[in-house]
């Protein structure tokens, strides 16, 4: 009997090491974490009722930032469908969480992401592109006049003059591959006669850019016509090899009709709904052995 006691007691020391140890790898989990509190029983997980949040999804959401709120109030934001993603402002809470995971700025994070849907970009691509946002940029001091109007506090440092955003071409009278557009006129490619503004573009796995236009990757004949290189499962939605600078198509599978963007997620093995994350939370529903 004292044996075993002792044995017990022998442990205790190993308990306690083994729980700091935790807490020490899990600093949301630590009493006074600003960034758990911010949201735990105040800011519902499932953007409905339900704001007990689990230790898993808080370590997620507070990573690096845990004396902070910012992660909380993006994810409060997000959730509560003020923020479109290019497909609608339904989020689900694990997109959410992946989005909002250690934000250090929530309206600058959100800003970000705005403008690159607005620019066409991907909400996967336009997410990781600003997931490292930098705060707002504070606006100028300003000083108060002898009628007590603000006006500018004038700097003697010399601001050099704005350039031109789009540099002019070598050549701008030369058609050298004789398209019958000059370089001037807008040519991006003067050395490949089926490049220039207008052309008809064309999907294709290389990024070949034939109409000069970054915003474009496949034709509108290709979409929604099965077999065709930019839609070959006929979904409606182009094939995300397909590419033309930072914008791609957004079907994850074109092989699988029921799989882009639009698609219903299944406890199937597959990433259904083409967000990143195979099965999202229902992992578990098709292993029997989970299964109560």
Request: net charge negative; proline share 7%.
């Amino acid at each position: 009997m004292l044996t075993r006691k002792f044995a017990v007691l022998s442990l205790v020391p190993f308990i306690m090491l083994a729980t700091a140890l935790f807490v020490f790898a899990n600093p949301s989990f630590a009493a006074g974490s600003t960034c758990a509190g911010s949201v735990q029983g105040k800011v519902p997980w499932d953007g409905v009722k339900n704001a007990a949040w689990s230790d898993a999804n808080l370590a997620k959401l507070c990573s690096g930032a845990e004396q902070s709120t910012e992660p909380g109030a993006c994810f409060k934001r997000v959730s509560s469908g003020t923020v479109n993603y290019g497909g609608g402002t339904s989020w689900k809470p694990i997109n959410a969480l992946e989005f909002c995971a250690g934000a250090t700025d929530a309206s600058a994070r959100i800003s970000c992401f705005e403008q690159k849907i607005a620019q066409g970009v991907v909400w996967i691509s336009a997410s990781k592109q600003c997931a490292g946002a930098a705060p707002a940029v504070v606006s100028r001091p300003t000083e108060k006049s002898a009628g007590n109007v603000l006006k500018p506090v004038v700097s003697n440092t010399k601001i050099p003059p704005t350039k031109s955003a789009r540099p002019q071409p070598p050549c701008p009278g030369c058609d050298n591959d004789g398209d019958g557009v000059t370089q001037g006129g807008g040519d991006c490619n003067d050395n490949d006669a089926t490049t220039y503004p207008g052309a008809p573009e064309v999907a294709d796995f290389n990024g070949h850019d034939e109409d000069c236009n970054g915003n474009t990757y496949a034709a509108v004949p290709e979409i929604g016509m099965p077999g065709s290189v930019g839609d070959a499962d006929g979904d409606g939605f182009v094939d995300n090899r397909v590419c033309n600078g930072v914008y791609c198509g957004t079907d994850c599978d074109d092989t699988r009709a029921s799989v882009n963007i639009r698609g219903a997620e299944l406890p199937n093995r597959r990433d259904d709904d083409c967000n990143g994350v195979v099965d999202d939370h229902l992992e578990n529903w098709w292993n029997p052995a989970t299964r109560q």
